[in-house]
T-cell receptor, first 115, second 109 residues
Framework: GAVVSQHPSWVICKSGTSVKIECRSL??????MFWYRQFPKQSLMLMAT?????????EQGVEKDKFLINHASLTLSTLTVTSAHPEDSSFYIC???????????FGSGTRLTVV | AQRVTQPEKLLSVFKGAPVELKCNYS??????LFWYVQYSRQRLQLLLR??SRESIKGFTADLNKGETSFHLKKPFAQEEDSAMYYC???????????FGTGTLLAVQP
């Protein structure tokens, strides 16, 4: 199988608080996980790649201290939005890298609203 | 630099009409191209990829290296084809996917 479970589906938080988004590979192991951000009616922008057992690799322009990415195990990757602000409101999606016969597997996404 | 361009944000057609969703890419090497579809309230799904040369749900896409294009086509659109379509590119040694801005296909009855 190739299922990626992402939680929560949506979250509302107050400015200044932190929010953690989890992405789990349910029936396979993933040594890396991609994290995307999608603004309304726009494309998916790759934010970073989490790596099991080592530091995440961030794309240019992404604040490492704001978007903390951790790959705790071969089945869990997390994205923590720290000190959230309204401009962080967006749709965040994780994706496992391609595997034979399955290709890339995407999570269902998390809608973050910061008020 | 790797880049994927989808010039149309919205494409509206009538049921039974032909559909062509445009995708152009910029990449210096040999890329791998994909089309992903996102139906309302569902996660992204792979529609097809150029290396497979397959037809899924009646859609086909041919990689044209001369024109650096990977347009998605279907001869007769169906209402259930209404969705957001993303063209994506993978190049180089990494597994990173670079997405286009997406085209919303609306098939009218």
């Amino acid at each position: 199988g190739a299922v990626v479970s992402q939680h929560p589906s949506w979250v509302i938080c107050k400015s200044g608080t932190s929010v953690k988004i989890e992405c789990r590979s349910l029936d396979f192991q993933a040594t890396t996980m991609f994290w995307y951000r999608q603004f309304p009616k726009q494309s998916l922008m790759l934010m970073a790649t989490s790596n099991e057992g080592s530091k995440a690799t961030y794309e240019q322009g992404v604040e490492k201290d704001k978007f903390l990415i951790n790959h705790a195990s071969l089945t869990l990757s997390t994205l923590t939005v720290t000190s959230a602000h309204p401009e962080d409101s967006s749709f965040y999606i994780c994706s496992a890298p391609p595997r034979v016969n399955y290709g890339y597997t995407f999570g269902s996404g998390t809608r973050l609203t910061v008020v | 630099a790797q880049r994927v361009t989808q010039p149309e944000k919205l494409l509206s057609v009538f049921k039974g009409a032909p559909v062509e969703l445009k995708c152009n890419y910029s990449y210096s090497g040999s890329p791998e191209l994909f089309w992903y579809v996102q139906y309302s309230r569902q996660r992204l799904q792979l529609l097809l990829r150029h290396i497979s040369r397959e037809s899924i749900k009646g859609f086909t896409a041919d990689l044209n290296k001369g024109e650096t294009s990977f347009h998605l086509k279907k001869p007769f659109a169906q209402e259930e084809d209404s969705a957001m379509y993303y063209c994506a590119l993978r190049g180089g040694a990494t597994n990173k996917l670079i997405f286009g801005t997406g085209t919303l296909l609306a098939v009218q009855p």
